[in-house]
Structures are given as C-alpha cells and as structure tokens.
C-alpha cells in the first residue's frame, strides 16, 4: 500500500454499479458492497470477528466519548464514498469538524479512519481494493487488524495512497497517532 498501485477496475464490457443499484439490494444477511463500480458480496463475519469489533470498538467509543472528539460507527453502516463506491467498513470514526457527513441514511464522505478486521474470506480485498477505494476518496488514517497472527496495522494517507506508520502485534499496547493520550491494550482486543 505504499507505492502508487492502478484502481479496481470492471472487467471490460462489465456493467458499473451504482449507489441507486445498492439501495436495490436484497437484506438477505450478506454485506454488499459497491466498490469502483463493482459488486462485492460477503456473508455475515464469525463470531470472532464480531468478538474483536465489538471489544475495539468499546475502547475506541469510551476515548472519543469522553474526550469529545466525534462519533464512532460500526458495521452495517453505509459509506458513500462517490456514486460508484458505497461500502461497510468494521468500523469507522468521525471527527467532530466532519459530523456534518452524517446523514440519516448514510455517511456521506469519508471518515476520518476506518478500521477493517481481516478474514481469510476478505483480507486480499481489504488490503487492496478497499484501501485504494479508501486512499483515492479520502480517508486518512486506515487499520488493518488480523485475528489470526493478532497484529494490527496503522496506515495514513499520503497523496492517494497509504503509508504503514506501525504494525503491533500480541498483547502490545497500540498508540494511535489519530488519537494522541489513547493507549489500546491489544490483549483485551484478542481476549475473546
């Protein structure tokens, strides 16, 4: 992610999605996501993936919370990057100065971090084709969490693609350059 790498492309001849395609899908338990134009589909996460989000995001909700800093939002939320790249981040944070890109329907624009938990099922996507998608529309700051190896991975965007600033990995405490005084213990995030 940290050299200039092409965007997610339909293959040739294939019909490019839209935020209007989106609302018309079914709420049959799958994620849908429009990234670029194309479809993504992916079943509901596992119990440890839920385990790990749920966990990072009560840490991550209680600091910003209590320091005023904006909102935290977990899956399923809508992420309206453009008209062709609507997506579910894990998790996300907005910080009060973009409040504003809460819609009722949606967030509208992008969040200042989004935080994707990897899965066998996700991981080649997560770390290309959403971090390009993300990168490209504007998120600045983007973590990769792996359950299986328990590392995390803090990106920043610089220009139109990400910079890794720190992998921790096990129990590490984690030291978010997003949120300066925020220390995340890692083995309560891996506890469960």
């Known amino acids: ?6 965007q997610p492309q339909p293959p040739a001849g294939e019909i490019i ?31 440890r993936h839920q385990r790990v989000l749920r966990d990072l995001s009560h840490i991550l909700h209680g600091f910003v919370s209590a ?13 309206v990057f453009s008209r062709t790249s609507v997506a579910q981040p894990d998790l996300i944070f907005i910080s009060r100065e973009k409040l504003h890109l809460i819609t009722e329907k949606n967030i509208a624009g992008p ?23 993300y990168a490209k529309h504007g998120v600045d700051y983007y973590w990769l969490l792996d359950p299986e190896t328990k590392t995390l ?13 720190s992998a ?3 129990d590490s405490t984690f030291s978010p350059k997003l949120f300066p005084g925020l220390e995340i213990d890692l083995g309560q995030v891996w506890a469960n």
């Open 67 to 79: 320091n005023n800093l904006g909102e935290v939002f977990y899956a399923p939320v809508d992420v």
């Open 1 to 6: 992610m940290t050299q200039a790498q092409t």
């Open 17 to 47: 999605l839209s935020y209007d395609d989106y609302l018309k899908l079914p709420e049959d338990g799958n994620r849908y996501e429009i990234l670029e134009g194309v479809l993504y589909v992916t079943p509901a996460p596992v119990p």
């Open 168 to 170: 921790v990995q096990g």
């Open 111 to 133: 969040p200042d971090l989004v935080v994707e938990i990897l899965s066998p099922s996700t991981s080649e996507r997560d770390r290309l084709v959403k971090a390009q998608v």
């Open 153 to 165: 991975e803090e990106y920043r965007r610089e220009e139109k693609t990400f910079t890794l600033l």
